[in-house]
């Protein structure tokens, strides 16, 4: 069992940066592909940002390339940089973590969830 929590939203202006963590507990994810997802009121949750077990690769949606980078410590936390937010990047967002599978995470591929974390932009 992986325990995930995230951390690191609030509300910020656009064009302001935020970095989210996720830190995970219990059984080691070290071996898993970790990806970010997003869920605006009244919409599905997409798909971010994700990283593979060893960090060398890295996947990001179209809206987020170029803002956004994922990384991964050696211990069990991802985090998510984000800069030059914009209000449509309001979400909340969520890690979630895959055992098996190639190239970038779905949100149906994913076996832990963590409870999600409140990113509000401002215009």
């Known amino acids: 069992q992986v325990q995930l929590v995230e951390s690191g939203g609030g509300l910020v202006q656009a064009g302001d940066s935020l970095r989210l963590s996720c830190a995970a507990s219990?059984?080691?994810?070290?071996?898993?592909?970790v990806g970010w997802f997003r869920q605006a009121p009244g919409k599905e949750r997409d798909f971010v940002a994700g990283?593979?077990?060893?960090?060398?690769?890295t996947y990001y949606s179209d809206s987020v390339k170029g803002r956004f980078t994922i990384s991964r410590d050696n211990a069990n936390t991802v985090y998510l940089q984000m800069n030059s937010l914009k209000p449509e990047d309001t979400a909340v967002y969520y890690c979630g973590a895959r055992q098996y599978g190639t190239g970038a995470p779905a949100p149906g591929e994913i076996y832990y969830w963590g409870k999600g974390t409140l990113v509000t932009v401002s215009s």
């Open positions: 219990g059984r080691t994810f070290l071996t898993y592909t």
């Open positions: 990283i593979n077990w060893t960090g060398g690769r």
